[in-house]
Structures are given as structure tokens and as C-alpha cells.
């Protein structure tokens, strides 16, 4: 499903748009300002103020006959991955078992890491 509403603001003045624009200095000493993610929306001038004067009004009259709306568009129903083998071993009688061997398995991974760490530490303030 695809519905689309008219952009409104909160504020009293709801006629008024907002855009974020680039403005970059030219090699050949000229400044040019583009709209961002509007990129064919740009200008430049001679000065930073008359290229934004520039793009202004090429803003406005691009929109004279125009509007802007917000699109709603219903995202495509995804299933979790993970709920096909969720709880797949809970009845496995080695289950609690196997559960015992990664705890083990990571306690001694941890002490390892730790030992490192703190011979690494030592290292350090002997330089």
C-alpha cells in the first residue's frame, strides 16, 4: 500500500521549505552551490550570496507549479531467520551438557585473554 500526504509544518509559516545547499569556492575564483540530493538544483555566482540568490530563485521557480508530498510505503514482510531453529535442542538430553562445555570452553579463553593483557601491561611500564 502507497499513500501519500502533503508536507505540512508545525510552525505558522507552513510556506516555507528548508533545503540544505553545498557552497563551494571555484578554482577560477566563482562560487557554486547545488541542493543536496537535489543535484541538478544548482548555480553559481560571482560571489558565495549571489549563487545562493541564484539558486534561490531557481528554487522557486521550480516549484511554482509543483508540491511536495510524503510517501508511505508499506515494507515487505521479512520472517526472522532465526525462529526456525529456535529452541530446536531444548529437549536434547546432552543439551545441558554441551551448554557446560562452551561455559568451560570460555572460562579458559578468558583467563588465557586476561594473563595476555596483564603481561602486556607489565611490558608497558617497563618502557
Avoid: H
Wanted: glycine share 4%.
Amino acid at each position: 500500500m502507497i499513500s501519500f500526504s502533503p508536507s505540512t509544518s508545525s510552525n505558522s509559516d507552513a510556506s516555507k521549505l528548508t533545503y540544505t545547499v553545498l557552497v563551494e569556492s571555484e578554482p577560477d575564483g566563482r562560487f557554486s552551490a547545488v541542493v543536496l540530493g537535489l543535484s541538478d538544483c544548482k548555480s553559481s555566482g560571482k560571489t558565495e550570496n549571489e549563487a545562493l540568490e541564484n539558486l534561490q530563485q531557481l528554487l522557486q521557480k521550480r516549484l511554482q507549479n509543483s508540491r511536495i508530498v510524503t510517501l508511505e510505503i508499506d515494507s515487505p514482510q521479512t520472517d526472522n531467520p532465526w525462529l526456525k531453529v529456535a529452541g530446536m535442542y531444548k529437549d536434547n538430553p546432552l543439551f545441558d551438557e554441551v551448554l557446560a562445555d562452551i561455559k568451560a570452553e570460555r572460562s579458559k579463553v578468558d583467563t588465557q585473554m586476561e594473563e595476555y593483557y596483564q603481561r602486556i601491561d607489565a611490558e608497558d611500564e617497563v618502557k
